[in-house]
């Protein structure tokens, strides 16, 4: 009976052993076969990640980037090649238009832009309006190579009554090159001529002893008016119209007669004349050795610019080497590089 029991036991025992065992395989088997997937499925390269293509993408824009450089070069080099060509047209175009015989001032349309005219050359007869001249700088002048501080002078050219050969109406003309003294001494005299205004005359005293004085007197007085004298002068000048300033010009203070640029209208303004007044330079060279000053343009500056076509071909052959500089070492940059053993 004793031995029956035991062996009753024995059994459950195996059985419950063997079926709580049993179970737990399966669980043990399947956890390490999805991590060794897992695995597997990471280090498997034909497998897109998504924090792998980010880099990737990343690395393409870097190295893009490290290209952008030259391109940006290489653009303004070509850029300065057209640039070249458009300042030969236009030098060549001016060329041809100082080539051309001087018209008279007169035959010129009175309806016509002075922008179509501008660089033809044109004959102006007239009087210059002294009282009326604007200093325009201050500007530098280079002689024997000391460089001195100056003006340009303009004045307007009126017309001179009677005289048909003289223009009909008035135009703004660039005489030339003068230096500081002269507008210093234009100054003092526009101040004295205030002062004399503001101080009070004596003339009604004055006219009071000359009535009495010519009651008494026995001889009649007689008064000529003597009209002003007028240099009729003969200016061979090109039509041009208001400079381009750059950032660093002041702005002009006609206020203060203060003119650091040509701006015809607002000079023509100023000067008391329509602000379609025809502005000219002169060009003409007759200048004597007894009155050296203004000193006119010279007509090959007008053909000039402060960038010349040689200078846009300098500045393209710069930019085009930076261009293939940069760009090279771009390659040797992404260039692989070989593994010495």
């Not at 049993?22 to 399947?30: I, K, Y």
């Not at 080099?77 to 001032?105: C, H």
Request: charged share 20%; proline share 8%; with cysteine.
């Amino acid at each position: 009976m004793a031995a029956s029991i035991s062996k009753t036991l024995t059994r459950n025992i195996r059985f419950i052993t063997t079926s709580s065992s049993a179970p737990s395989l399966p669980r043990f088997f399947s956890t390490s076969t999805a991590s060794a997937s897992a695995l597997s499925a990471i280090d498997d390269p034909t497998i897109p990640q998504p924090q792998h293509q980010g880099k990737q993408q990343r690395g393409t824009w870097s190295k893009m980037f490290l290209f952008l450089p030259g391109a940006i070069t290489f653009g303004l080099g070509s850029w300065q090649i057209i640039r070249r060509q458009d300042k030969i047209k236009t030098l060549d175009y001016r060329r041809e238009r100082l080539a051309m015989e001087p018209i008279e001032f007169n035959d010129i349309a009175s309806g016509e832009n002075s922008n179509t005219l501008e660089f033809r050359r044109v004959v102006c007869r007239g009087a210059f309006d002294e009282k009326k001249s604007i200093y325009v700088g201050p500007r530098s002048r280079s002689i024997s190579g000391v460089t001195e501080n100056g003006y340009y002078i303009i004045t307007p050219l009126v017309p001179i009554s009677g005289n048909l050969d003289s223009v009909q109406s008035p135009v703004l003309v660039n005489r030339g090159w003068v230096p500081r003294s002269w507008r210093d001494k234009a100054l003092e005299s526009s101040q004295g001529l205030e002062e004399d205004e503001d101080v009070p005359s004596t003339a009604s005293s004055s006219g009071e002893i000359r009535s009495f004085w010519r009651f008494w007197s026995k001889k009649p007085q007689t008064t000529e008016e003597l009209a002003p004298s007028v240099t009729p002068v003969e200016v061979i000048g090109v039509i041009r119209g208001s400079e381009k300033p750059s950032i660093f010009v002041p702005e002009n203070d006609p206020a203060s007669g203060q003119w650091f640029f040509v701006d015809v209208p607002a000079i023509a303004h100023a000067s008391g004349l329509p602000q379609n007044t025809v502005y000219i330079e002169d060009i003409n060279d007759n200048v004597s050795a007894s009155n050296p000053y203004p000193v006119p343009k010279d007509a090959s500056t007008l053909i000039r610019s402060s960038v010349m076509p040689q200078d846009h071909l300098n500045y393209t052959l710069t930019w085009y080497s930076l261009s293939a500089a940069v760009t090279y070492m771009a390659y040797k940059r992404l260039k692989p590089r070989k593994i010495r053993r």
